[in-house]
């Protein structure tokens, strides 16, 4: 690119409805104070597509020539971190900002490097702005927004992008996929939250590099699942990864059990749980990990519980047993840390208690930290299945949980095993005392 600097297509901001007051103030300190040490800075990547679309940005990237030790010397609450790709993090309290010096593509054959299936090994050099726009990904995500002059720099086309509503991938994008497989994933995301079409050139390689994810790191993996599904467009999000078949590639184990339910259940619990991980999210309630993959796992999970009864293992055992295979399979696609993977399979374990009414036992599981999780994962597949038993335990629950005192004893009393239980106990004790 050194000969043949791209020159970008320069546009007013105010004019295309952004300005600075649309921009956080955070990152307004740190782009003033470069600027006035005489660095370029820039924001860039999502924010500007973002704030270009009237989608409230997620996070403020800052790009800027200054060096990790410039950017330092000038906000000294940097920390500088990255040992292959040195980046600063500019720290206020515990929140901070991205500050990337601009950096040279991984193309670049004497400075990057490139592996056999065209993964990037090395991604360590500074470069210039032009070099710095191309080495991104989508044309939209390469647009650098300068708020001293009031003007959005386009290097690749993504303004005409941004009207087409479409996602192009920089260059031949076989090769930048094969460059970083992780790519396909954003694709699918970006179309999803921002109801863009791939563009068919884009688009067309994506099926067929689809395994090359398997060579991607599980932490990595579960960092970009994580993304997608709390996107609050999950439902789009699955149906694009299953069209591509990318969805494989993360959770293998769903994949197959999708496959093989003829009934529809699985997948209509899936979508179920995905719809209300949207509404939360829209609605800016917590969502949290553990839910995702107690949905994604269950009938895989089940199936290998049935397996361990046909084998005469007890209950619970047979299900701990699948719950531990099915974690440790799912942890060598996406990492699932175990704090998150430790309440899946609570909320799976759980399920066994619902059809326990005896009134004590009832308040104390009402008090557990993980009911709500557990009620939540039960409700969802009483729908998905259309299962009346399910339901009507689901609906003893829903009142049971808010019930006065006395209510939730003549609820314990009315159902029959209940009764049936206690006499049996009854019984038990005096023989006992025999
Ligand atoms: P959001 O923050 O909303 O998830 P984003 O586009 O800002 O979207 P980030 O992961 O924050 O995504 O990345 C910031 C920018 O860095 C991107 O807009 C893009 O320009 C560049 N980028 C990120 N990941 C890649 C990648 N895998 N390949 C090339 N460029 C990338
Ligand atoms: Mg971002």
Request: hydrophobic fraction near 40%; charged fraction near 30%.
């Amino acid at each position: 690119m050194k000969d043949n600097k791209p020159t970008p297509l320069v546009l007013s901001a105010s004019k295309l409805g952004i300005s600075k007051k649309s921009v956080n103030s955070k990152a307004l300190t740190i782009l003033n104070a470069l600027h006035e040490a005489n660095y370029e800075a820039y924001l860039v990547g999502g924010c500007v597509r973002d704030l270009l679309l009237n989608v409230d940005p997620k996070d403020f990237d800052i790009a800027t020539n200054a060096h990790p030790e410039q950017i330092k010397a000038v906000l000294p609450s940097t920390r500088i971190i990255g040992k292959r790709f040195r980046l600063a993090h500019v720290h206020f309290g515990r929140e901070y900002y991205e500050v990337a010096t601009f950096r040279a593509p991984h193309d670049n054959s004497d400075r990057g490097q490139v592996g056999k299936e065209g993964r990037i090994l090395h991604d360590n050099v500074f470069g210039t702005i032009e070099e710095d726009a191309i080495r991104r990904d989508f044309a939209i995500n390469a647009l650098f927004y300068n708020i001293h002059t009031d003007e959005i720099l386009d290097f690749a086309g993504g303004m005409e992008d941004l009207e087409k509503r479409q996602l192009r991938m920089i260059g031949d994008p076989e090769a930048r996929y094969r460059e970083d497989p992780v790519r396909m994933l954003r694709a699918m995301r970006f179309s999803a939250k921002l109801g863009l079409s791939i563009e068919p050139q884009s688009e067309k390689p994506i099926r067929e590099l689809a395994p090359l994810l398997n060579n991607i790191a599980p932490a990595r993996l579960f960092d970009e699942a994580l993304k997608m599904f709390h996107s609050g467009k999950a439902g789009s999000v699955l149906e694009l990864l299953r069209e591509y078949n990318l969805f494989e590639s993360l959770f293998p184990s769903t994949e197959k059990a999708l496959q093989g339910d003829d009934s529809g259940h699985f997948l209509s619990l899936i979508n179920g749980a995905l719809k209300n991980t949207d509404k939360r999210i829209n609605d800016g309630m917590s969502v949290t990990p553990a839910f995702l993959f107690a949905v994604m796992l269950w009938l895989p999970m089940k199936k290998g519980e049935a397996a361990y009864r046909e084998l005469s293992y007890p209950d619970p055992q047979g299900m701990q047993l699948a719950a531990n295979d099915v974690l440790s399979e799912q942890v060598k696609h996406t990492a699932v840390p175990r704090r998150f993977s430790n309440v899946t399979r609570e909320i799976w374990l759980l399920q066994s208690r619902f059809s326990q009414k005896n009134c004590r036992r009832a308040r104390l599981f009402v008090e557990n930290r993980r009911f709500r999780a557990a009620f939540d994962f039960l409700c969802l597949q009483a729908i998905a299945e259309q299962n009346a038993a399910l339901q009507a335990d689901a609906d003893w629950w829903e009142e049971f949980q808010v019930a006065s005192e006395e209510r939730q004893v003549e609820m314990s009393q009315a159902i029959p095993h209940v009764k049936k239980k206690r006499r049996r106990n009854k019984r038990r004790k005096s023989k006992g005392s025999e």
